[in-house]
């Protein structure tokens, strides 16, 4: 119960930080993003990853605009970011 208010918050905080990045990127693409299907891939991948050692996530809107800026343009672009990341990470 006590738990509650700030899981809360986290998950408020996350939902707009998420959104913002996602207005930005449409903004600079000119494409649309489907805000439900944003929300729903955050809140799953936030209930999943605490089971895996790891914390609540958001869209970076500093990682968005550096794909963007060097040609991504689709999900996929994201998707290797990420793992270049964790190679990084890892080695």
Do not use: C, K, W, Y
């Not at 986290?10 to 707009?16: Q, T």
């Not at 990682?63 to 964790?86: D, K, Q, S, Y």
């Amino acid at each position: 119960n006590r738990l509650l208010q700030p899981a809360f918050t986290i998950a408020i905080l996350g939902a707009i930080e998420s959104l913002l990045s996602a207005t930005v990127a449409d903004g600079i693409t000119g494409s649309r993003t489907n805000t439900n299907t944003e929300l729903i891939g955050q809140g799953i991948a936030n209930a999943v990853v605490p089971f895996f050692g790891g914390i609540p996530v958001t869209g970076a809107i500093a990682r968005t605009m550096t794909n963007i800026t060097n040609g991504g343009r689709t999900p996929v672009a994201g998707v290797i970011h990420a793992v270049v990341l964790l190679l990084i990470f890892l080695f």
